[in-house]
């Protein structure tokens, strides 16, 4: 067994939404130090894939299992505790709150808190993180302030801000210019390469970056994983990803990469 079975393995995960089987049978890990692309066309289910492992949705059978313990029955809290975080598609900052606020919250995750130091200095660590994803200049402004863009960055702050070991970016590129998507690559890369705000570990988190552009990822990513109606139709490198006879039909074919 490889180091990459010790730290997250999805078995044989299934979840249907009335008639329709959104994910069939998906089975990967993900290694300590990775940086994988998750990728698919729209309705794929990748988000759905998220929400399954972060615990927002039960599946309805296969297992999860993240440092050897089976993770799938518990709630997304003790979930975020135990080192899993991410950022959403449907961004649900409290907007009534300022930006600093919303960073402070996430800091408050309990195993952070057993870490005494990091709670006498929290708000120069949010604004730590505030800076390193670009908008410390809107911390005390209220979230409702910001553009679509802030949002996005407001919410890699908030997840970064619960120091995880492993992190998830639902389409981190999405509606972005594409200056803006050269500083999330940037972001993104530094973030993985760095233990900067994590308390309890040097390197950085493992990250999984989903987009449905195959052409932001592969600079960025050491493997790819290929989602299709539910499926996972390839995984591996990015250049043997895209010569994939499947890949190209299915996917590639279309365009729109
Ligand atoms: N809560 C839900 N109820 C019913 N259908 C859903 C729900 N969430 C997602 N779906 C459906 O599951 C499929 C996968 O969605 P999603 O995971 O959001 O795809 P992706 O993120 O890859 O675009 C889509 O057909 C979507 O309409
Ligand atoms: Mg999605």
Redesign the pocket.
């Known amino acids: 067994m490889n180091e990459n079975h010790r730290f997250l393995d999805i078995n044989h995960l299934n979840k249907s939404?009335?008639g329709?089987h959104?994910i069939k049978d998906v089975s990967f890990s993900i290694g300590k130090n990775e940086i994988v692309g998750l990728i698919?066309p729209?309705?794929?289910?990748?988000?759905?894939?998220l929400k399954l492992i972060i615990g927002l949705l039960k599946p309805d059978s296969g297992s999860i299992v993240f440092k050897r313990e089976k993770i799938h029955k518990f709630h997304t809290w003790n979930i975020v505790n135990l080192g899993i975080s991410g950022t959403f598609?449907n961004m649900r900052p409290f907007t009534a709150l300022p930006v600093i606020a919303n960073v402070k919250l996430s800091c408050l995750s309990s195993r952070i808190r057993k870490k005494g130091e990091w709670l006498k200095k929290i708000d120069t660590r949010a604004l730590e993180v505030l800076e390193f994803v670009g908008i410390s200049d809107q911390a005390f402004n209220k979230a409702s302030a910001l553009s679509q863009g802030e949002l996005k960055l407001l919410e890699i702050a908030r997840a970064v801000a619960t120091e995880p070991e492993l992190l998830f970016l639902d389409e981190p590129f999405g509606g972005l210019s594409p200056a803006e998507t050269d500083l999330m690559a940037e972001s993104i890369m530094q973030l993985h390469s760095g233990g900067q705000f994590n308390s309890m570990h040097k390197e950085g988190p493992a990250m999984v970056i989903i987009g449905?552009k195959l052409k932001q990822l592969v600079r960025i990513v050491e493997r790819i994983i290929v989602?299709n109606f539910g499926e996972i139709i390839a995984d591996n490198t990015p250049e043997v990803v895209m010569k994939d006879k499947l890949v190209i039909e299915s996917y590639l074919g279309k365009g729109d990469v």
Do not use: E
């Open positions: 939404f009335g329709l959104a698919g729209n309705g794929a289910g990748k988000s759905t894939l598609q449905h989602l």
